[in-house]
Every structure is written in structure tokens, then in C-alpha cells.
């Protein structure tokens, strides 16, 4: 199998290099979380003109028609930063919602606006009381009319709190666990009913908690029916387990590097700490684990779209538990290779370290798919 870039995703790579080394450097990141939104607004522009923003979209809608391997390319770039815009939110999840369900209305109407940067989506779905179970759904949505009235909360919604749009799942039918009950909404950010507690995860990204009560919407916002939403709602997310896996790679690149140059400078009784051979050889199992969750991110990248749902499940399965041990094993090794100064809030490896623990525990965590993993071959 040929794992060489093409000449295009050369040229993306590069580009997105190109811009955030000029506009993300860990100082610089301090000031957009303190921006109203928690991230740039400046930014964002910059990358729907770039096209990031329309990268995995249809070029009828103003994308690109981008596959898994761009994704990678452009989560790899923002996890070497730690960029803090809803790209994940918007652009990966609700996309690959929109994408999936069909909804060729709903598509012509948001894809173009989200592709140009001026409407960010969230992907509600997550309940208290589900953990990692994607069929865990008591959200319920009722028929009054032509429409459908919205009871019940949603949990950890990634960037909820300033999306434009809602991308909620409810259950039409069924019991608690029942997957062939759900269906999928688009609802206004801001309808009559809808409550919004947003705060910030430990690592500085954006989310919040959603109340739903008597949320009325018309017939026209029934993203995917019932009996077809939960194929969706598994498809997104994987490939929020496969930006993520990305993501956790670049931030891995950028530990690696800090704590390679730290072993080098860090002078103790008169020479390098790095001269330390037993120190040397914790930074080459570093080394191997990146190069360990690389090759799983880009088996992801690549089976996000496998029609076989089993071959994809389980690979995707094995990438979520391979990538979450080699992120805790670099991160944890790179703050203790620090020393005390790695535990600081000043200084920019104890960031990337809460990050990496963060999308760990995103779309179940490492225990969960090694559970799903044993289930499988039991």
C-alpha cells in the first residue's frame, strides 16, 4: 500500500503549517482563550479562506471533497498547537452528520454557511446518564402537528455553547437502550426553550450542558427518522475517534520535541540531564510510541469511510485503545522528564498533557474499546 502524500495533500499540509507557526504559538494561545468565544473569530475566517472549513464537504456545497487522510493532516496540524477553534465540532462531527443522513435540504442549507465559516454546528448527543453508550438516549421527541416537541439535556457538548445550530438526537420510540428508536433534529441554537450552560473542559476547550424543554421544531428539521439515525450517530463517532486519534499524534510530535530539546539544555551537575542514558532511553520509547499512535491514526484516516461496518468498528475500536495508551505513556514521560516545571501553568507541556487525557476519555475511553475489542473475540 502506497503511503505517500499526494502532491495536494503535500500542498495542504504545508499550507496549514504555514499558518498556524505564524499565528499559534503557545503566548498567542493564551489570549484566544480569553477571548469572548474562548477562541479566534480572526482565525476562523482564516481557515474557511484557506478552504479547511469546507474540506470534507461536496464541492457543490462549496467544499473540497476532502477524505479521511486531509482530516488527518489538518487535526495532526492543529494537535501540534493545541488550536482551540470548533473544528472537531462543526466541520467533523456535524458534518459527517449532515453528510451521512441524506438530508440533501438541510446539506444545501448549512454546508455552504459552515464551509464559509460564518455558522458553527454542535453535535448534541451525549447524555448524563449514557457514559459510552451511543443507544443511551432519554432526550424524547413528540409529534405536535407537522412537527416534533424536544424534551430532555444533553451533556459534554463539545463547543455547544456557541454553536449557531443544534444537531440533537431524541428518541422517537422504544425503550432507554433501544438504537432503533432515535432520530436526529436540527435545532436553533437559540429556540424558545433551549438552556445553555457553557464552561470550559480542563484543557481549555470549549463545551456546555443543554436543557431542552418544549423545544418546538418544524417537520423540516428531522435530520435522519428514526431506524436510520443510529448508523449515523456510530459513523460520527468514529470519525471523531479518528480527528481525535490525529490530534493526540500532533500534540505527541510537539512533547516530543519539547522534551527532547529540554533534555538537551537542562544542565545538572555540570552537564546535559540528556547525557543520562537511562533518560535517553525513555525518550526512544517516546519516540516509539508516537510512531506507535501515528500509524493507528493513519489506519483510521483510512477506514473512516469503510463500508464494511465490522472491518471498520473493530479497527476503529483498536486505533481509540492503541492511540490513548501511547498519548498517556508520551505525555506522562514527557511531564515527568520535565520535572517540576512540567506540572506549571506557564509553561506549554502541562497543556498539551491535560489535552491528550481529555480526548483519551472522548467517544469512550481506552478501557471501554479494549472491552469492545475482548467482546469481539471472546
Known sequence: MDFDLTEEQRLLSDSVDRLLADTYTFEKRKTYVTEPEGWS???????????????????????????????????????RVLALEPY??????SGTALR?????????ALLPRMAEGKLVVAFAHGERQARYDLSDVLTSAKRKGGGWVLDGAKSVVTHGGVAGKLIVSARIKGDRNDPAGIALFLVDGNANGVARRAYRLRDGMGAAEIALAGVEVGGDALLCDAGKAFPVIERVAEAGIAATAAEAVGAMETMQA?????????????????????LQHRATEMFVALEQGRSLAMLAAMMVDEPDAAERQRNIAIVK?????????VSQNAVQLHGGIGMTEEYAIGHYFRRVMVIEHSFGDTAHHLSRLAEQVA
Do not use: C, H
Open 41 to 79: 473569530r480572526a482565525l476562523w475566517s482564516q481557515y474557511a479562506e484557506l478552504g479547511l472549513l469546507g474540506l470534507p464537504f461536496a464541492e457543490e456545497y462549496g467544499g473540497f471533497g476532502g477524505g479521511g487522510i486531509e482530516t488527518m493532516l489538518v487535526m495532526q496540524a492543529f494537535g
Open 88 to 93: 472537531l465540532a462543526s466541520v467533523v462531527l
Open 100 to 108: 451521512l443522513a441524506g438530508n440533501q435540504a438541510l446539506e444545501a
Open 258 to 278: 519539547m522534551t527532547l530539546e529540554y533534555l538537551k539544555t537542562r544542565q545538572q551537575f555540570g552537564r546535559a540531564i540528556g547525557d543520562n542514558q537511562a
Open 321 to 329: 485503545a492503541g492511540v490513548g495508551q501511547a498519548a498517556r505513556f
